[in-house]
């Protein structure tokens, strides 16, 4: 379970970027947060990434305390969540099969269970066939999925990506957001931050908006909510 309670994050440079933010996320859900450019929406995942503390309130992840967390734990942290980045953060000289290895190795996972997850991952994402290539070599979308089949590599329960469809077509958006809620089905939390509210819309997921750094409405979408 994910708990924001009156969180504040003011940047260094005094810019207040969240105002007192109460969030409960639990074990399983799907949540888009959406809100204006500005609004707060990746310094919330760069909370939960801990690249960045918070400056007052609290903010727990399962059994850490994400306040009081020595430094030395934050890699044994990190490997409950996977995250897309909204640059996606991919090595150029590396292909795509060996991008997404990389990331169990840097766990010093062994090999045949490196193979065999990547295999694993790269086919859920549907791109098996472009395991060789480079990531010059990709559409964006492509990219995008590159970077969701690393973030999964390392089977973290929580998924955050932040504005996965960013610069893609509206086609290639919906594609990304159904490979979500496929992922979000393999019983995983998924935590997915979007401007697009009209994709959001088509989901009836639960849907957290953001306005100036406080949550302004959280509400859980009809028909294909399958929390019941
Ligand atoms: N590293 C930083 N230093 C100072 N201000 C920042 C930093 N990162 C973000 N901000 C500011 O914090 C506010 C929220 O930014 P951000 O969380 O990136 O919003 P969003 O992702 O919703 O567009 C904005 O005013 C932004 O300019
Ligand atoms: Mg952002």
Known sequence: MIEFKNVKKIYDNGTVALDGV???????EFVFIV?????????????????ETITDGSLTVDEFDLVNMPERKIP??????????????LIPDMTVY???????????????????????????????????????????????????ARALANNAKTIIADEPTG???????????????????????????THEKQLVDYFHQRVVTIENGVVTSDRVGGMFNEKV
């Open 167 to 193: 610069n893609i077509d509206p086609r290639r958006s919906l594609e990304i957001m159904n490979l979500l809620i496929k992922i979000h089905k393999k019983n995983k939390t998924v935590i997915v931050v």
């Open 76 to 89: 044994y942290y990190r490997r409950r969540i996977g995250v897309v980045f909204q640059d996606f953060r």
């Open 35 to 51: 809100g204006a450019s500005g609004a707060g929406k990746s310094t919330l995942t760069k909370l939960l990434t801990r690249e």
């Open 98 to 148: 060996e991008n997404v290895a990389f990331a169990m190795e840097i766990v010093g996972e062994p090999k045949a269970k490196i193979k065999r997850t990547v295999g694993k991952v790269l086919e859920t994402v549907g791109l098996i066939d472009k395991r060789n290539v480079f990531p010059n070599q990709l559409s964006g979308g492509e990219q995008q999925r590159v970077a969701l």
């Open 22 to 28: 109460d969030l409960t996320i639990e074990d399983g």
